[in-house]
């Protein structure tokens, strides 16, 4: 049994969490930034990042004392190395880089997306290589066929804003307050998602991609006439983000075969509407539908803990002086699309 110190960073939540290579979380710690955000609409960088500064480490000396270990018991560091706010990434990153130095511990390097594709598999331990995940978070919005631990193939991904950032801006358009997804979420149940016309982006094309620019254009336009209640706003603009997500990924699913299951990852999977709706899809092509618990969606760190694991028992550790990175494909390899996709 290893046991493995997981660091998250890269945006505006804090965490620390021991996590076992037997699916066990042992402790996890994790700070909030909401308050000090909440009054720009968005995350702020340089506010985030000096948060991370201060509360790290004592959410470290937290974790470790409520799982009743020392950093001498831990078999390896794993901290979020990327992508993300660069600011933030490297407290979290050279704060993994002493403690694993200073106790004489492999350091483990996740990219943040790796995270939240291997989350599924700390929860379900029925999961198995490979699957169809879609990864629906406040910057990226991909689906990413899933081989195995380092090995992912890019399928799709957005041409211009993610998922997430689209219920954001929303949130801020529609003056729901922050954080945006889950003030969408609750707005959207007292409204009807049929009142107001908005477009589905990409929905039918040939294309494989996702695009949702143009749909928080509209949902500028249709706030600025006045005309619609902002829950119904909501409810449409939901919705709509659902039936491009559903549209996308069925096109994926024609083309596949000897899948395990369709997985959801990332922010916007704690979304009910979405979960719902891309579980009814699995249903439809006689697939196992799975989805992280709801504190697994969210950055957390037990999420890098076990991706730290499943890259441990692989093999994987890397150097002291391993860089940080704002950007950090999972598939390298993965040709270059239009629009703001190449940062994907």
């Not at 700070?31 to 470290?60: D, F, M, N, S, T």
């Not at 600025?224 to 119904?232: F, S």
Request: with cysteine.
């Amino acid at each position: 049994m290893v046991l493995i110190l997981g660091i998250e960073s890269s945006c505006d939540e804090t965490a620390a969490a021991l996590v076992t290579s037997d699916r066990v979380v042992r402790a996890h710690r994790l700070a909030g930034q909401e308050a000090a955000h909440r009054p720009y609409g968005g995350v702020v960088p340089e506010i985030a990042a000096r948060a991370h500064v201060e509360i790290l480490v004592p959410l470290v000396e937290a974790a470790l004392a409520d799982a009743g270990v020392t950093l001498a018991d831990v078999d390896a560091v794993a901290a979020t190395a990327g992508p993300g706010l660069i600011g933030g990434v490297m407290v979290g990153l050279v704060t993994g880089k002493a403690l694993a130095h200073a106790a004489g511990k492999p350091l483990i390097a996740v990219n943040h997306l790796e995270g939240h594709a291997l989350s599924p598999r700390l929860s379900d331990p029925a999961l198995a290589f490979p699957y169809l995940l879609l990864l629906v978070s406040g910057g990226h919005c991909q689906l990413l066929l899933v081989e195995g631990v380092n090995r992912y193939r890019r399928l799709a991904t957005t041409i211009d804003d993610a998922a997430g950032e689209a219920f954001d801006k929303t949130a801020k358009i529609l003056g729901l307050g922050f954080p945006g997804g889950p003030a969408v979420e609750q707005a959207a149940r007292l409204g009807d998602a049929k009142a107001v016309p908005l477009p589905r982006p990409l929905r039918g094309t040939a294309e494989p991609h996702f695009s949702f620019a143009g749909l928080k254009s509209a949902v500028v336009r249709a706030h600025d006439t006045g005309n619609y209640r902002v829950e119904d706003i909501a409810a449409s603009f939901q919705q709509a983000v659902v039936d491009c997500l559903v549209d996308r990924t069925a096109r994926q699913l024609a083309g596949l075969s000897g899948i395990s299951a369709l997985v959801v990852a990332g922010g916007v999977a704690a979304n009910q509407a979405v979960r719902g709706s891309l579980e009814t899809l699995a249903a439809a092509h006689s697939l196992r539908f799975v989805a992280p618990p709801l504190w697994l969606c969210t950055d957390n760190a037990a999420m890098i803990g076990w991706a730290g694991a499943e890259r441990f028992a692989a093999g994987l550790t890397d150097p002291l002086d391993i860089a940080a990175r704002p950007r950090w494909p999972l598939d390298p390899s993965a040709e270059t699309v239009r629009g703001a996709g190449v940062k994907a």
